[in-house]
């Protein structure tokens, strides 16, 4: 095979795979923006995205693609109660706080789908037939992912900028208090960012159930994957997060190919130690001090 | 008058994007002065502090303290040369002790414990020394944020509105406690909205505005130039 | 001690005010006599119990000493350290491989274990330690997963053994075992005691409440998070290697496992964070349970544990030792 064209391959394999992590940092970083909280429950919503996704199928004989739309609204409504039932009773200023609380629900979460669940790994099989375009071949069910995340994102763009939900979640993102001030109930916007970033959590992992094994403890690998490419590409941005998430899966195509797929998650801390070097204050500097 | 230059500021600038907050501003001051740094809100005050103590890098410019260039030293480096600084948002320890907030700030004080008892009763927390600082009024916490950096026994403190929403009473206790180090041979230099007593209790002023330095004069002189009465009247904030 | 009288009145002599003027009423002869007792009943306990509990007891001393190392950096300066079974998985490799291959004498291992997880520890967490304290959190997140990854990886395996692991024949018995965990525990409680009352205790604490205005207090900020962190992952490595004895094996998912990580937390959150007693309080209130479930639902383990987390963050922020000087049930001492 023609360098060039193993170039391609991975080129085109790391964009399909980009635009899914893509879509899982989007919710990320939303979530942070406007509340200023990192929610290491965001791997567990995909979990339960996924597992939402394998059940629609397996029991139900579901198409993935309904069950993923299912889930969104089922997503969504759970990260709204949790928002509004458990996150607004704790100081929500304080960062740490917030932290070690989204890590006890992880790990609450985890190990409640461990206990219920109780079978190791499944997976979905669905549009396994394989493609060739002439420099590569792959199964379907990748640039079908695809399709569903490029979707997902541009509508959840087209929200944000169209919708009085969606303009009033960008103006608590840009500053808070100004928001209160003007109207915009804040504890309302939380609950439907929270929800949003759970439902995205959700549509990504409908994907990450077509395109992977599925397992109760699958969300802390796409959680650190997430964490990464939201600093790369900045905290709190949205368009830097698709983008970043492209290029990062450019990155970890290139370096799984070079070296292992068990490495995947160390390219992911070795991409993360770089940009926190490069960049000590992270892409998005903060100031303690000013008028 | 000693005549000795304490720090000296050589056209420091400090942009964000667009925004110029800083814009090439230079001057001295002598060692022993207390000099007040007034403008209107948003002129660079509290970012030239900043800049000059480490807080934030300037985008150009130099900084000098007692003769060496200290512009890329670190908070903490200046701290230990003896240029220390409060900020404009009151912070203290809040759940530690008044006594404890000044323990924190021990390592440069030869007798830390004596030097804290010491500075408790100077400005009359005796007995609230053992009170977490978050159950103080505004005032007292203004009071120990200022008495803590006094532990370092520094050569300069930039205050950051030392006096801003504090009682008359508690007013003079804090004049007081700058008199005190003064005495030492400690250099002031203070940012404040209250022009009473910024005329009465600086030798010299100077005058930001939009970034740049306005001016620079005795009392006497700011008060009567006209593009500092234009600089705050201009603007809608006195 | 200036710092240690309590702001108490003398006509309301609540509880804390009481316990305050009986503790100051001991000499440090009785301090020593009692600390001597104690050790001696620790020390005694295995010639009347079986060796289940013994092994028990073991689980709770260890825990309470990754508890104390957890405290020493996370619990003092609030950088949270999401990734520290890494640390505990290191610490109990490295014992083993220089048993095994090296022929080491284990009091030796552990010493090589302690000191090498507190370099390799410090080098690789200096950088981010220097971050705010999120990324801190996180970063150590994917560097402990990184970690147990790097166990198993082609390039580790000749070494490491990959996923199966080493297995060995420890040389300490279980009673020996404990011996170790409760001199270790008293150990590490007793120089967090010391910490907790010295002006570095106090500029800890201040990283973890301002950073920015610690700095301008004159606290060398970066430095003084460099030796929790070395303190820190020392014990981690030390109790690592004592992990490895009592489980005659090692393999990348038992030692890094997420559990040396979220029982120091939610221990010391519980006892509250940066205080002396913590970890012991947290320790006795959760290992027992932790042991009960582990053995009969590994699964619930960690659904118990996260809702744990959840509720004391919810409900007692600052945790159970501040809470009970708060309500004047213990009085506001630094060195409790």
Redesign the interface.
């Given at each position: 095979m023609a360098i060039l064209d193993i170039l391609a391959e991975l080129v085109v394999i790391g964009v399909f795979l980009g635009a899914f992590y893509g879509l899982i940092a989007l919710g990320l970083s939303l979530v942070f923006g406007v509340q200023n909280v990192?929610n290491?429950a965001h791997g567990e919503f995909l979990m339960i995205g996924a597992y939402i996704t394998f059940f629609g199928w397996s029991i139900f004989d579901l198409n993935p693609l309904l069950s993923i739309v299912i889930s969104v609204p089922i997503m969504f409504v759970v990260g709204a109660a949790i928002q509004g039932g458990?996150l607004e009773?704790?100081?929500l200023d304080n960062?740490?706080?917030t932290?070690?609380?989204t890590?006890?629900?992880?790990?609450?979460?985890?190990?409640?789908a461990?206990?219920a669940i109780?079978v190791d790994y499944q997976s979905i099989s669905f549009l396994t037939e394989s493609v060739d375009v002439g420099f590569t071949a792959f199964s379907l069910n990748r640039p079908f992912a695809f399709g569903i995340a490029v979707i997902s994102t541009l509508l959840f763009f087209a929200f944000l900028k169209y919708t009085d939900w969606g303009k009033a979640i960008r103006a608590t993102s840009q500053n808070p208090e100004i928001a209160r001030a003007c109207g915009i109930r804040t504890k309302r916007v939380r609950m439907v960012t929270f929800g949003l970033g759970a439902a995205l959590a959700g549509i990504a992992g409908g994907i990450a159930g077509i395109l992977y094994t599925i397992f109760p403890a699958m969300g802390?690998?796409y959680l650190?994957k997430a964490?990464?490419i939201v600093?790369l590409g900045g905290l709190g941005s949205l368009v830097g997060a698709v983008v970043a998430g492209v290029g990062f899966g450019v990155i970890e195509t290139f370096g799984t190919w070079y070296t292992?797929s068990?490495?995947a998650?160390?390219i992911?801390?070795v991409v993360?130690?770089l940009v926190?070097?490069v960049r000590?204050?992270?892409l998005f500097g903060?100031?303690?001090?000013?008028? | 008058m000693s005549s000795e230059t304490i720090l000296e500021v050589d056209g420091l600038t400090k942009q964000y994007g667009e925004l110029t907050?800083v814009d090439d501003v230079s001057f001295t001051i002598e060692r022993g002065t207390i000099i007040g740094l007034i403008g209107p809100?948003?002129?660079?005050?509290?970012?030239l502090?900043?800049l000059v103590t480490g807080?934030?890098d300037p985008t150009s410019g130099r900084v000098f303290f007692e003769g060496d260039d200290i512009t890329d030293n670190s908070l903490e480096a200046n701290v230990e040369r003896g240029l220390v600084r409060t900020?404009?948002k009151t912070r203290v320890l809040g759940q530690m002790t008044v006594r404890e907030n000044l323990l924190v700030a021990s390592q440069l004080a030869d007798q830390p414990r004596e030097r804290a008892e010491e500075l408790i009763d100077l400005i009359d927390l005796g007995e609230k020394a053992d009170v977490l600082a978050d159950d103080l009024s505004y005032g007292q916490q203004k009071l120990v944020s200022i008495t803590q950096v006094m532990m370092l026994n520094p050569d300069m403190i930039l205050l950051d509105e030392p006096l801003a929403g504090v009682n008359p009473t508690m007013e003079n206790k804090i004049l007081q406690l700058i008199h005190e180090a003064q005495q030492r041979g400690t250099t002031f230099v203070f940012v404040e909205h209250d022009m009473g007593v910024i005329m009465s209790e600086c030798e010299e002023i100077l005058v930001m505005n939009s970034g740049r330095l306005l001016t620079r004069g005795s009392p006497e002189e700011v008060q009567e130039d006209e593009r500092v009465i234009e600089a705050y009247f201009g603007s809608e904030d006195v | 001690m200036a710092t240690e009288s309590s702001s108490e009145s003398k006509s309301d002599p609540s509880i804390g005010a009481r316990i305050d003027n009986r503790l100051d009423s001991f000499s440090v002869v009785h301090r020593l006599l009692g600390l001597v007792a104690l050790v001696a009943l620790l020390l005694a306990l295995p010639q009347v119990l079986n060796d289940y509990h013994v092994q028990v007891l073991f689980i709770v001393f260890l825990f309470i000493v990754l508890g104390y190392g957890w405290n020493i950096l996370s619990g003092f300066t609030?950088y949270?350290n999401?990734g520290y079974a890494g640390f505990v998985g290191l610490g109990a490799y490295v014992t083993v491989i220089s048993v095994v291959d090296f022929g080491i004498p284990w009091y030796a291992a552990l010493v090589i274990a302690g000191i090498s997880t507190a370099i390799i520890g410090t080098l690789i967490s200096a950088?981010?330690l220097?971050?705010?304290?999120?990324?801190f959190?996180?970063?150590m997140?994917?560097?402990a997963?990184?970690g147990q990854?790097?166990m198993?990886?082609?390039y580790l395996t000749p070494i490491t053994r990959g996923g199966s692991g080493i297995s060995f024949f420890p040389a300490l018995s279980y009673t020996e075992q404990y011996y170790l965990a409760v001199v270790l525990a008293v150990g590490v409680g007793y120089a967090t005691y010391r910490l907790a009352k010295s002006p570095r205790g106090l500029r800890l604490l201040a990283i973890r409440e301002d950073e920015?205005l610690a700095s301008a207090l004159g606290v060398k900020t970066t430095r003084e998070k460099l030796t929790m962190m070395l303190v820190h992952a020392g014990i981690a490595g030390i109790g690592g290697g004592l992990l490895a004895f009592n489980l005659s094996y090692v393999d990348p998912s038992t030692v890094f496992g997420?559990r040396y990580t979220?029982l120091p937390?939610?221990m010391v959150?519980f006892g509250t964070a940066g205080s002396v007693l913590g970890p012991i309080i947290g320790g006795i209130t959760f290992i027992f349970i932790s042991e009960a479930l582990w053995a009969s639902?590994p699964?619930?383990?960690?659904?118990?544990?996260?809702?744990?987390?959840?509720l004391v963050?919810?409900f007692m922020?600052r945790g159970l030792i501040e809470r009970l000087k708060d309500r004047g049930y213990l009085p506001r001492r630094r060195s409790l």
């Open positions: 990192i290491l458990l009773r704790i100081d960062e740490l706080t932290l070690i609380f890590f006890g629900l992880a790990l609450a979460i985890r190990g409640l461990q206990y109780n802390l690998d650190l964490f990464v600093v292992s068990t490495m998650s160390i992911a801390f993360l130690i926190l070097l000590p204050q992270g903060r100031s303690d001090s000013g008028e | 907050a809100n948003g002129a660079g005050k509290s970012t502090f900043d807080v934030q900020f404009q | 609030g949270i999401f950088p981010i220097r971050l705010d304290g999120a990324y959190a996180i970063a997140l994917s560097l997963t990184a990854l790097a198993s990886s082609d920015l997420l979220e937390i939610v959150l639902f699964t619930l383990h960690q659904f118990f544990f996260g809702i744990a987390i959840m963050v919810m922020p």
